[in-house]
């Protein structure tokens, strides 16, 4: 009787003890030395992230064996509705939500983690090419169909161009690359693109539609004269060449990790830490530049699984931030990375 | 049709066999009557699941019929613009299943003649096997496989197709535009006939195997040659299974999603040109779900609904033509 | 010698000239060559294609391939499927376990009981609606049912969506096979005085057991293979779960999916050793299936 009584004590102590501490260590600036109680921690979402994702789990099971945690890469828009719907633990996205979704139930937030660019890969050889809003604009939309029209050798004057004709190339699943890119030649080249943006378009007959990065990185390393968008990991793990493009300063930036990051820099950041760098200000800025976030509500009712996502987020923004280019991600310029770490002090986890 | 009814055990002559019983009340009624009931509500689970599914996605499609209306038919998929015309879909669901029938029928049934009437009897079990491993490849194996291998030599064929017919006036209509990267209506026709083929071959041979002996040879007695046999005794007791076979395989090939995904180029308008890209229903669900939000997503939900009636078309057509002819054996008539 | 007089069956061949004459004997010898040579049509894309997975597969297979836990980045090399096989096992089993009891049964009510009854016609005709709904739609139908009510994604909301998949592929063979049966020997059992159940069990159904096995293999075969619904109901590990009902999981139709569809030629071999291990999974099954029931036919029957 007075055993379990004691017992009982003494878990209420802790209990309440223990929520103190991990909030505590929360805080400090070394949050990942508590070791975290079995949690498993469950999330799906943007396929553009999944690479840094991988990476970072797997850095992070070693330093928290207890805690496991799954990211599946379906797609920006299952991450969002999953979200909505409770079925994850926290979602990853490329876009925010827009006010025709249904929005989450309650206050959530979106923590930036890496940028990337998003490269215009092509297949021609011994030309390095440069490109402007409206030719690829042009280009994507059929208005031009080989390769030594006026429009490219204008930005190219001093290239050597065949009258190869183009194959253009795109994704046939619905994506998050895709709707960068076309937003990107919305906003740059409204008058020659027509075709919207979204993570899909209609492109016009006679393109061709491949499945994933991948799918469409093998098409047109495989077709002479094929043009298409790869996001920049997978472009350079498939060994093609990219152009450089236009960006809003008019300079012909290439794509890379500097690049991008430069863009991420020129971006006007919302307060609920949301941006977009696309066709960003900056003379270095690569203006398709992909943003990307991780959606966590406030509220975390389950003790072991919050204490779990926060470290796992104060994890993304110390060691996670320098593995990033490891992995051909930028990690994020230093002002937004200190309004992230400072959001994750705002998640409140409940008490177990 | 139904069965004889059995005769009460206290006039059988001899001793009853073990199970039968010596009791009052007739054995086995009340297993007869659970075995019955349980069975029936086998039976009316495909109603309950069948009907869940029409209701569940009815209900989430309900925003792109009121949208759309009739225009759900049209072929103008375009999100971005608001139109969500499901008509190129339609199209190309018919044209690869058309395809795919096309190839695989003669060959499936084929297979099954082979394995029952042409091949020796020890080669039976083997080929079997065989064939059967045609269905044990999963249909993403199959997908890849072709993309990786088939895709760049079919790209080569429809060119020089295309090029030698290009002067004849309706085939060379069809064979134009041939994809440079393979990727197009007749590619995904192809590789879902291939795996289509193990289940037709499968059902029909089973249903060859049955064909009565002594039909066949009342047939040789008549001194007809193999052939004429297969054509006078096997098909004619057969036509019922072969057909429902056939409608099996037509299931498979107009759901196949991921193997279509890959190989069908996904283009979304309506196009006679069979070696260049097109779209299906499935495989615009697989690829544009996961982004998909509002009417969009209701649209691909839909279009699963659209899916399941195009079933239910097929299905009367099929249902009206097997109850042309008789089943010869077994309970139903 | 000359034909019989009669008029042979509608539809069949003219039998009234002159006993196997050119003709007939060429287009018998056509026919036999055509025949043939389908089951070598057949072969031809079989073998180029176990081939190649056998090829690209057999480039990582290894035992500690098929035990080892997924790895955590697929862009690097290392790491097994072992999660993905017990996944597949699993669930296909699972699925299995509720189609094939459930889709034998219903065949037999068709065939059994129903006959052409109304609710029995309405049944026969509906399963085979179910055949053609595509294996995305089952997936989002157990998704919004199951997956959203209970938000989380198990193994066992993937063995529902296959389970769906498979049933009335089972009924309708079970139904096809079980009509195939003479009606002769229902009438002899029942003349010997047996009820309808045990004339069911002791003689329709081993008659029809290769047929309804046949039916059955094939729905397994195509639910292990199946991607697209467990993309949405399962979710994904990279340690093996054994428990059905808590805790998401995955599969190998899933992982080779993903691993296939990556740049990186580490995922890619991944992809294929997966297929691999996939493949010669149902392969084996198959096989396993039918001696069984072959054994036991022969004991039926002895």
């Given at each position: 009787?007075?055993?379990?009584?004691?017992r009982?004590?003494?878990?209420?102590?802790?209990a309440?003890?223990?929520?103190?501490?991990?909030?505590?260590?929360?805080?400090?600036?070394?949050?990942?030395?508590?070791?975290?109680?079995?949690?498993?921690?469950?999330?799906?979402?943007?396929?553009?992230?999944?690479?840094?994702?991988?990476?970072?789990?797997?850095?992070?099971?070693?330093?928290?064996?207890?805690?496991?945690?799954?990211?599946?890469?379906?797609?920006?828009?299952?991450?969002?509705?999953?979200?909505?719907?409770?079925?994850?633990?926290?979602?990853?996205?490329?876009?925010?939500?827009?006010?025709?979704?249904?929005?989450?139930?309650?206050?959530?937030?979106?923590?930036?983690?890496?940028?990337?660019?998003?490269?215009?890969?092509?297949?021609?050889?011994?030309?390095?090419?440069?490109?402007?809003?409206?030719?690829?604009?042009?280009?994507?939309?059929?208005?031009?169909?080989?390769?030594?029209?006026?429009?490219?050798?204008?930005?190219?004057?001093?290239?050597?161009?065949?009258?190869?004709?183009?194959?253009?190339?795109?994704?046939?699943?619905?994506?998050?690359?895709?709707?960068?890119?076309?937003?990107?030649?919305?906003?740059?080249?409204?008058?020659?693109?027509?075709?919207?943006?979204?993570?899909?378009?209609?492109?016009?007959?006679?393109?061709?539609?491949?499945?994933?990065?991948?799918?469409?990185?093998k098409?047109?390393k495989?077709?002479?004269?094929?043009?298409?968008?790869?996001?920049?990991?997978?472009?350079?793990?498939?060994?093609?060449?990219?152009?450089?493009?236009?960006?809003?300063?008019g300079?012909f930036?290439?794509?890379n990790?500097?690049?991008?990051?430069?863009?991420?820099?020129?971006?006007?950041?919302?307060?609920?830490?949301?941006?977009?760098?696309?066709?960003?200000?900056?003379?270095?800025?690569?203006?398709?530049?992909?943003?990307?976030?991780?959606?966590?509500?406030?509220d975390?009712?389950?003790?072991?699984?919050?204490?779990?996502?926060?470290?796992?987020?104060?994890?993304?923004?110390?060691?996670?931030?320098?593995?990033?280019?490891?992995?051909?991600y930028?990690?994020?310029?230093?002002?937004?990375?200190k309004?992230?770490?400072?959001?994750?002090?705002?998640?409140?986890?409940?008490?177990? | 049709m139904?069965?004889?009814?059995?005769?009460?055990?206290?006039?059988?002559?001899?001793?009853?066999?073990?199970?039968?019983?010596?009791?009052?009340?007739p054995?086995?009624?009340?297993?007869?009557?659970?075995?019955?009931?349980?069975?029936?509500?086998?039976?009316?689970?495909?109603?309950?699941?069948?009907?869940?599914?029409?209701?569940?996605?009815?209900?989430?499609?309900?925003?792109?019929?009121?949208?759309?209306?009739?225009?759900?038919?049209?072929?103008?998929?375009?999100?971005?613009?608001?139109?969500?015309?499901?008509?190129?879909?339609?199209?190309?669901?018919?044209?690869?299943?058309?395809?795919?029938?096309?190839?695989?029928?003669?060959?499936?049934?084929?297979?099954?003649?082979?394995?029952?009437?042409?091949?020796?009897?020890?080669?039976?079990?083997?080929?079997?096997?065989?064939?059967?491993?045609?269905?044990?490849?999963?249909?993403?194996?199959?997908?890849?496989?072709?993309?990786?291998?088939?895709?760049?030599?079919?790209?080569?064929?429809?060119?020089?197709?295309s090029?030698?017919?290009?002067?004849?006036?309706?085939?060379?209509?069809?064979?134009?535009?041939?994809?440079?990267?393979?990727?197009?209506?007749?590619?995904?026709?192809?590789?879902?006939?291939?795996?289509?083929?193990?289940?037709?071959?499968?059902?029909?041979?089973?249903?060859f195997?049955?064909?009565?002996?002594?039909?066949?040879?009342?047939?040789?007695?008549?001194?007809?040659?193999?052939?004429?046999?297969?054509?006078?005794s096997?098909?004619?007791?057969?036509?019922?299974?072969v057909?429902s076979?056939?409608?099996?395989?037509?299931?498979?090939?107009?759901g196949?999603?991921?193997?279509?995904?890959?190989?069908?180029?996904?283009?979304?308008?309506?196009?006679?040109h069979?070696?260049?890209?097109?779209?299906?229903?499935?495989?615009?669900?697989?690829?544009?779900?996961?982004?998909?939000?509002?009417?969009?997503?209701?649209?691909l939900?839909?279009?699963g609904?659209?899916?399941?009636?195009?079933?239910?078309?097929?299905?009367?057509?099929?249902?009206?033509?097997?109850?042309?002819?008789d089943r010869?054996?077994?309970?139903?008539a | 010698?000359?034909?019989?007089?009669?008029?042979?069956?509608?539809?069949?061949?003219?039998?009234?000239?002159?006993?196997?004459?050119?003709?007939?004997?060429?287009?018998?010898?056509?026919?036999?060559?055509?025949?043939?040579?389908?089951?070598?049509?057949?072969?031809?894309?079989?073998?180029?294609?176990?081939?190649?997975?056998?090829?690209?597969?057999?480039?990582?297979?290894?035992?500690?391939?098929?035990?080892?836990?997924?790895?955590?980045?697929?862009?690097?090399?290392?790491?097994?499927?072992?999660?993905?096989?017990?996944?597949?096992?699993?669930?296909?089993?699972?699925?299995?376990?509720?189609?094939?009891?459930?889709?034998?049964?219903?065949?037999?009510?068709?065939?059994?009981?129903?006959?052409?009854?109304?609710?029995?016609?309405?049944?026969?005709?509906?399963?085979?609606?179910?055949?053609?709904?595509?294996?995305?739609?089952?997936?989002?139908?157990?998704?919004?049912?199951?997956?959203?009510?209970?938000?989380?994604?198990?193994?066992?909301?993937?063995?529902?969506?296959?389970?769906?998949?498979?049933?009335?592929?089972?009924?309708?063979?079970?139904?096809?096979?079980?009509?195939?049966?003479p009606?002769?020997?229902?009438?002899?059992?029942?003349?010997?005085?047996?009820?309808?159940?045990?004339?069911?069990?002791?003689?329709?159904?081993?008659n029809?057991?290769?047929?309804?096995?046949?039916?059955?293999?094939?729905?397994?075969?195509?639910?292990?293979?199946?991607?697209?619904?467990?993309?949405?109901?399962?979710?994904?590990?990279?340690?093996?779960?054994?428990?059905?009902?808590?805790?998401?999981?995955?599969?190998?139709?899933?992982?080779?999916?993903?691993?296939?569809?990556?740049?990186?030629?580490?995922?890619?071999?991944?992809?294929?050793?997966?297929a691999?291990?996939?493949?010669?999974?149902?392969?084996?099954?198959?096989?396993?299936?039918?001696?069984?029931?072959?054994?036991?036919?022969?004991?039926?029957?002895?």
């Amino acid at each position: 009787m007075q055993r379990s009584f004691v017992r009982r004590c003494g878990l209420v102590v802790a209990a309440l003890a223990l929520p103190v501490l991990l909030i505590g260590t929360g805080a400090s600036a070394a949050p990942n030395t508590g070791k975290l109680a079995s949690a498993t921690l469950n999330g799906d979402g943007s396929t553009f992230q999944l690479g840094f994702n991988q990476v970072v789990i797997g850095s992070f099971k070693p330093v928290q064996k207890a805690v496991t945690v799954n990211y599946q890469g379906n797609g920006s828009g299952a991450g969002r509705t999953d979200f909505v719907n409770g079925v994850v633990d926290f979602a990853g996205t490329d876009a925010p939500y827009k006010s025709t979704d249904p929005q989450p139930p309650k206050p959530f937030f979106y923590f930036p983690t890496v940028v990337a660019p998003i490269t215009v890969s092509y297949n021609l050889s011994d030309v390095k090419l440069k490109l402007s809003a409206d030719t690829i604009a042009k280009i994507f939309s059929g208005a031009i169909t080989s390769w030594n029209d006026a429009a490219i050798k204008t930005d190219n004057p001093r290239a050597k161009l065949p009258s190869t004709s183009i194959t253009v190339v795109h994704r046939s699943d619905s994506s998050g690359t895709t709707a960068n890119f076309t937003s990107f030649l919305t906003k740059a080249a409204p008058s020659s693109w027509t075709l919207g943006s979204g993570s899909t378009v209609s492109w016009p007959s006679g393109t061709q539609g491949a499945t994933g990065n991948s799918g469409v990185a093998k098409l047109v390393k495989d077709t002479d004269g094929a043009i298409g968008y790869v996001d920049f990991s997978d472009a350079k793990a498939s060994d093609l060449t990219f152009a450089a493009v236009k960006n809003s300063g008019g300079k012909f930036i290439p794509p890379n990790l500097g690049s991008a990051a430069g863009a991420a820099q020129g971006a006007t950041v919302n307060p609920d830490l949301t941006y977009d760098p696309i066709n960003a200000t900056g003379a270095a800025a690569y203006p398709i530049t992909s943003p990307t976030w991780i959606l966590v509500y406030q509220d975390q009712s389950d003790a072991n699984k919050g204490a779990a996502i926060v470290s796992f987020l104060n994890y993304i923004y110390d060691q996670g931030q320098q593995l990033a280019t490891s992995i051909d991600y930028s990690p994020l310029p230093k002002s937004l990375l200190k309004q992230a770490r400072a959001q994750v002090k705002k998640i409140t986890v409940a008490a177990s | 049709m139904a069965a004889i009814a059995p005769p009460r055990e206290n006039e059988s002559p001899a001793p009853a066999p073990k199970g039968l019983g010596t009791g009052s009340r007739p054995p086995g009624v009340f297993t007869d009557h659970l075995f019955r009931w349980i069975a029936l509500a086998s039976g009316l689970l495909v109603l309950a699941i069948l009907g869940l599914i029409a209701y569940t996605t009815t209900k989430n499609a309900w925003p792109w019929f009121r949208a759309e209306g009739f225009g759900i038919f049209a072929d103008n998929w375009d999100p971005p613009k608001g139109q969500y015309g499901a008509g190129a879909m339609i199209y190309g669901t018919f044209l690869v299943g058309i395809i795919a029938l096309v190839i695989s029928v003669p060959i499936s049934l084929g297979i099954g003649l082979f394995v029952t009437e042409v091949a020796p009897r020890r080669l039976r079990k083997p080929i079997v096997y065989t064939v059967d491993l045609l269905a044990a490849i999963p249909s993403v194996v199959y997908g890849l496989w072709a993309l990786a291998v088939l895709t760049g030599p079919l790209a080569d064929i429809y060119d020089s197709i295309s090029s030698a017919t290009s002067g004849i006036p309706l085939i060379g209509d069809i064979t134009a535009e041939p994809s440079p990267t393979g990727l197009s209506y007749m590619t995904a026709g192809l590789i879902v006939a291939i795996m289509i083929t193990p289940i037709i071959t499968s059902l029909t041979r089973e249903v060859f195997a049955t064909t009565p002996q002594p039909l066949k040879e009342a047939a040789y007695g008549m001194g007809a040659t193999r052939w004429e046999m297969i054509r006078g005794s096997v098909f004619p007791h057969s036509r019922g299974g072969v057909v429902s076979a056939v409608m099996i395989g037509l299931g498979r090939a107009i759901g196949e999603t991921i193997a279509v995904a890959l190989l069908i180029g996904s283009s979304q308008h309506i196009s006679a040109h069979i070696f260049g890209p097109g779209d299906t229903l499935a495989s615009i669900i697989a690829n544009q779900f996961n982004e998909a939000t509002g009417i969009q997503r209701a649209a691909l939900i839909g279009m699963g609904v659209v899916l399941l009636v195009l079933t239910v078309g097929v299905g009367i057509l099929a249902r009206s033509f097997v109850n042309r002819y008789d089943r010869k054996s077994g309970a139903v008539a | 010698m000359s034909t019989a007089t009669v008029p042979p069956p509608s539809g069949g061949p003219s039998l009234t000239a002159a006993p196997h004459s050119r003709r007939r004997k060429l287009s018998n010898a056509v026919a036999s060559v055509l025949i043939s040579a389908t089951f070598l049509i057949a072969l031809v894309p079989l073998v180029f294609l176990v081939i190649y997975v056998v090829q690209q597969g057999s480039k990582v297979m290894s035992w500690s391939f098929v035990t080892d836990d997924l790895p955590f980045v697929d862009r690097l090399p290392g790491g097994g499927m072992g999660p993905a096989v017990v996944g597949t096992l699993l669930i296909t089993g699972g699925a299995a376990l509720m189609a094939i009891p459930l889709g034998v049964l219903g065949g037999i009510y068709l065939n059994e009981y129903g006959g052409t009854r109304p609710l029995a016609r309405l049944i026969r005709f509906l399963a085979e609606v179910m055949t053609g709904v595509p294996s995305i739609v089952m997936g989002l139908f157990i998704y919004t049912l199951v997956v959203l009510n209970t938000k989380e994604r198990t193994g066992f909301a993937g063995a529902l969506a296959l389970a769906c998949l498979m049933l009335p592929i089972v009924i309708r063979t079970t139904d096809q096979m079980l009509s195939l049966v003479p009606a002769e020997l229902r009438e002899g059992s029942y003349a010997l005085g047996s009820r309808r159940v045990r004339t069911i069990r002791t003689v329709v159904l081993p008659n029809a057991a290769a047929g309804i096995v046949s039916g059955a293999l094939i729905a397994v075969a195509r639910a292990a293979g199946e991607t697209a619904p467990l993309l949405f109901t399962i979710g994904v590990v990279t340690e093996t779960n054994t428990d059905l009902f808590k805790g998401q999981n995955t599969a190998l139709s899933v992982q080779i999916f993903n691993n296939a569809t990556s740049p990186f030629t580490p995922a890619q071999d991944r992809a294929w050793g997966a297929a691999l291990t996939l493949i010669v999974i149902v392969f084996v099954f198959t096989i396993l299936a039918r001696l069984v029931t072959a054994f036991f036919a022969r004991r039926q029957t002895a």
